[in-house]
C-alpha cells in the first residue's frame, strides 16, 4: 500500500532556545512542512510513500531532497526548478507569551507551479491513497485546481483523499478557504479537523476559541464532525484532536473519531511540550499509518493521538519516533500520562 503526500516543502529557521526572533543573532536550520512531516513519518514507521512538490536546483532544494530520502520517502516525483525553497521563522513561545511563526514563502518554487505541471495518471500510478492538507490549496490559485484535478482523478480511480483542513490565517481568510475548501470537500473521504478548523474551513462550529477548554466543548466538536458527513456524504470519516491548553508548555490532549454513524474517543494525555509544533502532522501519519495496517477503529484514533502527543517531545517538524515507541504511549494504561 503507498500513500502519496503532496504540498510544500520549507527551511525551518528557528531561534535558539526561547529567543524572540527580532533578539536573535543565529538561527537553526532544519526543513519540514506539514506533507512533508506525514510523508516522513510514514516512512520511519515503514510505510511506502511518494512526496510530490517542487523544490529548486540549488543547493537549499537539494538539502530539502536529501532529507526526505534520508528518511526513506520516495522523492521520484518531485520536480524541480524554481529560484527559491520557501521559508519559515519559527520562535519557541513561553508560559503565557505564544509560539509564533513568521512565512517568508513568496515566489517559492512550489508556489510558482503551473497546474499542468502534474502528470495525474502518472504520478498516481500505484498510489493507494492521496494525502495533502488545506494549506497546499491555499499557495496558489494554480495549486487550488492542481489540488482538484488530483482529487477528480482519485475519484475515478477509486483513490482514497485524506485531507487535514489545517486552516491557516496568515494564509488566506476564512471567506477565502470556506469557497475553496467547500469544493474539495467534495472528493475527501476521511478528513482531519482540529480547533477552529471546522468553522474557518467549513463555516462549522465546533469550538468557541478558548484552547484552556477544548475538551469541555466534546459535544458541540461531535455536532460539528455529524454535520461535516451530512454536508459532505463522501466523507466516510472525521477525525479530531481536542486539547485543553494551559501554557505552551502544559496541555492536556484527546482525540475524537466519527465513523459509521459511532465515536470513538480516546484517554487524556496531560503533556508537559518540548514544542509544539506539527503535533497534528503526526497524527495525519498515525491514522494513516492505521488504515494501512487496518486498524480497528478505536486503535486506529489511539495510535494516531499516541503518534501526536510524542511529537510534543520531538524537536523540528518531523515526528522522529518508531511504531515501538507510539504503541507503548498508546498502551500506557492509567491516565496515559507520559514520563517527565
Sequence with gaps: MKVLSFGEMLLRLKTPGNERIIQAQ??????????????????????????????????????????????????????????????????????????????????????????????????????????????????????????????????????????????RAKMWSPEQAQKVISKIMNYVTICIAHDEDFEATLGIKAFDGDSSRGIEQKESFKAAMKQVQTDYPNCKMVASILRNIYSVESSQWTALLLKDGTFHETAAYDMHVMEGVAAGDAFGAGLLHGLLHDYPTDKLVKFALAASVLKLTVTGDLNLVSDAEINQVMETTGGSRLAR
Design 26 to 167: 543565529a538561527f537553526e536550520a532544519t526543513y519540514g512542512g506539514a506533507e512533508a512531516n506525514v510523508a516522513v513519518s510514514l516512512a520511519l514507521l515503514g510505510n511506502e510513500v511518494s512526496y510530490l512538490s517542487k523544490l529548486p536546483n540549488n543547493p537549499l532544494g537539494q538539502g530539502a531532497k536529501s532529507t526526505l530520502r534520508k528518511y526513506g520517502v520516495d522523492t521520484s516525483e518531485l520536480l524541480i526548478g524554481g529560484d527559491r525553497l520557501g521559508i519559515y521563522f519559527f520562535e519557541k513561545g513561553a508560559s503565557v507569551r505564544s509560539t509564533n511563526v513568521v512565512y517568508d514563502r513568496a515566489y517559492s518554487a512550489f508556489s510558482q507551479v503551473e497546474r499542468n505541471e502534474f502528470d495525474w495518471p502518472t504520478i498516481f500510478k500505484d498510489v493507494d491513497y492521496f494525502y495533502f492538507s488545506g494549506i497546499t490549496p491555499a499557495i496558489s490559485s494554480d495549486l487550488e485546481q492542481a489540488v482538484l484535478d488530483a482529487c477528480e482523478y482519485c475519484k475515478q480511480q477509486g483513490i482514497p483523499v485524506v485531507c487535514d483542513l489545517n486552516y
